[in-house]
């Protein structure tokens, strides 16, 4: 199945146009965004994030020190104003196990 359904060319885009799949309420935000971007878009308060950003040089960056992506990123708004989710999607090409 691996090798009929490829996670870059077939998957991604299929779960990106169709995000109605997790509900009908969410809607994309962002498609393969950095988590600087991402924790950016979040965080209400900057001061939290911008000593991590001089020390790492400016990217918010995994455990292993490298930068990092997110797949997909849906959000949803609630009826109280200013609230909000937001869902983050990893994509993963299929596999077929057996045994």
């Given at each position: 199945?691996?090798?009929?359904?490829?996670?870059?060319?077939?998957?991604?885009?299929?779960?990106?146009?169709?995000?109605?799949?997790?509900?009908?309420?969410?809607?994309?935000?962002?498609?393969?965004?950095?988590?600087?971007?991402?924790?950016?878009?979040?965080?209400?308060d900057?001061?939290?994030?911008?000593?991590?950003?001089?020390?790492?040089?400016?990217?918010?960056?995994?455990d292993?020190?490298?930068?990092?992506?997110?797949?997909?990123?849906?959000?949803?708004?609630?009826?109280?104003?200013?609230?909000?989710?937001?869902?983050?999607?990893?994509?993963?090409?299929?596999?077929?196990?057996?045994?």
């Amino acid at each position: 199945m691996r090798r009929r359904m490829r996670e870059v060319d077939q998957l991604h885009p299929l779960v990106k146009d169709n995000a109605w799949l997790f509900g009908e309420e969410w809607r994309l935000s962002r498609s393969e965004p950095g988590l600087t971007t991402v924790l950016r878009d979040v965080l209400a308060d900057d001061a939290l994030l911008e000593a991590d950003l001089i020390a790492s040089g400016g990217q918010v960056l995994r455990d292993n020190g490298r930068t990092g992506r997110l797949d997909l990123v849906l959000q949803r708004t609630i009826h109280t104003p200013g609230l909000q989710h937001r869902l983050v999607i990893r994509v993963e090409a299929p596999e077929c196990r057996t045994g």
